[in-house]
C-alpha cells in the first residue's frame, strides 16, 4: 500500500533560524496536504499542493510539490516560538479525499 | 460555528466492554474519516465514509466498525475493546471533490484496561 515517508521525525532549532521538513510518497499522489498539531492540540489544515512543481507561500512558510508529485516541503523561515508543534504531511493518491495517508510528523521545538 | 464534535473527550474502559465515540459535524460534509495517533506512528486511517451508507477500510481497520446513516454522523465502534486499542482518536471531515481540507475533531483519548 502507500506510505508516505517524513524527516526528520524531531527537530530543535534556535529561534530565528530556518526548519524544513520532507515527505516522500511510495506512489505518485493526487494532492498533497500540509497539517500543523500544537502540544494538546488535533491537527490544523495548513494547505493543499496539487500540480505538479507547485509552490505556495503563507507569510513564512513555503510549501512545494515535486514535479513528480511523489515528493513534497514545507519551509520555515526565521522560526518563531508560535511556530512549536508537529508538522504533518498528508497524501491521496486518487482524487477528492478517499484513502488518505500520513507522514509519521515532524515534531518542532523552537528554543527562545 | 463549523465544527467537527467528537464525545467523550477521555475515556477509560476495560478489555471487552463495548464503546461508542460518536462524531458529528455540522458543515454538510460528504467524506468523515477515523485516525488514531499513537507515538513514533503518526495518524494512521482506521476506516472512511465517502457519503451516507458508503464507508471504506483504512490502515488499521482490524477491531473497529463504523456507520453511516447520516451524512453528519460517524460513530466509531469498539465491539470488544483490547490494550492495543489505547490511543488518541480523532475524527475528520472534508468536503472533498478538491476541496480536501479536513477539519478534525478535538480527540478522544481512549485508556483500555
Known amino acids: 500500500g502507500q506510505q508516505v515517508m517524513q524527516i526528520p521525525q524531531y527537530q530543535h532549532v534556535q529561534e530565528g533560524e530556518d526548519f524544513t521538513t520532507y515527505c516522500n510518497s511510495s506512489?505518485?499522489?493526487?494532492?498533497i496536504q500540509w497539517y500543523k498539531q500544537r502540544p494538546g492540540g488535533h491537527p490544523v489544515f495548513l494547505i493543499q499542493l496539487v500540480k505538479s512543481g507547485e509552490v505556495k507561500k503563507q507569510k513564512r512558510l513555503t510549501f512545494q510539490f515535486g514535479e513528480a508529485k511523489k515528493n513534497s516541503s514545507l519551509h520555515i523561515t526565521a522560526t518563531q516560538t508560535t511556530d512549536v508543534g508537529t508538522y504533518f504531511c498528508a497524501g491521496s493518491d486518487s482524487g477528492g479525499y478517499q484513502k488518505v495517508t500520513f507522514g509519521i510528523g515532524t515534531k518542532l521545538q523552537v528554543i527562545p | 460555528e463549523a465544527q467537527v464534535t467528537q464525545n467523550p473527550r477521555y475515556l477509560i474502559t476495560v478489555t471487552g466492554k463495548k464503546l461508542t465515540v460518536t462524531c458529528s459535524q455540522n458543515?454538510?460534509?460528504?467524506?468523515m474519516s477515523w485516525y488514531r495517533q499513537d507515538p513514533g506512528l503518526g495518524l494512521r486511517q482506521i476506516y472512511y465514509s465517502m457519503n451516507v451508507e458508503v464507508t471504506d477500510k483504512g490502515d488499521v481497520p482490524e477491531g473497529y466498525k463504523v456507520s453511516r446513516k447520516e451524512k453528519r454522523n460517524f460513530p466509531l465502534i469498539l465491539e470488544s475493546p483490547s490494550p492495543n486499542q489505547t490511543s488518541l482518536y480523532f475524527c475528520?471531515?472534508?468536503?472533498?471533490?478538491?476541496?480536501?481540507?479536513?477539519?478534525f475533531g478535538q480527540g478522544t483519548r481512549l485508556t483500555v484496561v
Open positions: 475528520a471531515s472534508s468536503s472533498g471533490q478538491g476541496g480536501t481540507e479536513a477539519f
Open positions: 458543515m454538510n460534509h460528504e467524506y
Open positions: 506512489t505518485t499522489l493526487s494532492n
